[in-house]
């Protein structure tokens, strides 16, 4: 089993600047890839970013590329979201997901573990 305990959400103003973590804990040696995915009100839940563990690629979706940076301290097996020029459509629940199986690190599907979610609001 793996554990996976999100932190770093909150209010924010457009423009503002947040940094998600999500540790880790459990048989995190089995990680393929971690993901962050997000989920507004009334929306289904999307794709944010990814990283494989091993090698840290890393992968957008097309609405984060150039504001959002997925890393990953290997040594805390803690996977961080670093949220830059922050708006107001970016509100939403975020989740961070862990997955063991090799596929489209886009397709929620894939992920075997999830954390609680932590919100993030941003005011315009």
């Known amino acids: 089993q793996v554990q996976l305990v999100e932190s770093g959400g909150g209010l924010a103003q457009a423009g503002d600047s947040l940094r998600l973590s999500c540790a880790a804990s459990?048989?995190?040696?089995?990680?393929?890839?971690m993901g962050w995915f997000r989920q507004a009100p009334g929306k289904e839940r999307e794709f944010a970013a990814a990283?494989?563990?091993?090698?840290?690629?890393?992968y957008y979706a097309d609405f984060v590329k150039g504001r959002f940076t997925i890393s990953r301290d290997s040594a805390k097996n803690t996977v961080y979201l670093q949220m830059n020029s922050l708006k107001p459509e970016d509100t939403a629940v975020y989740y961070c997901?862990?997955?063991?199986?090799?596929?489209?690190?886009?397709?929620?599907?894939?992920?075997?573990?999830w954390g609680q979610g932590t919100q993030v609001t941003v005011s315009s």
């Open positions: 997901a862990a997955t063991s199986r090799v596929g489209a690190l886009s397709w929620k599907l894939l992920y075997d573990y």
């Open positions: 459990g048989r995190t040696s089995s990680h393929y890839a």
């Open positions: 990283i494989k563990w091993s090698g840290g690629t890393t």
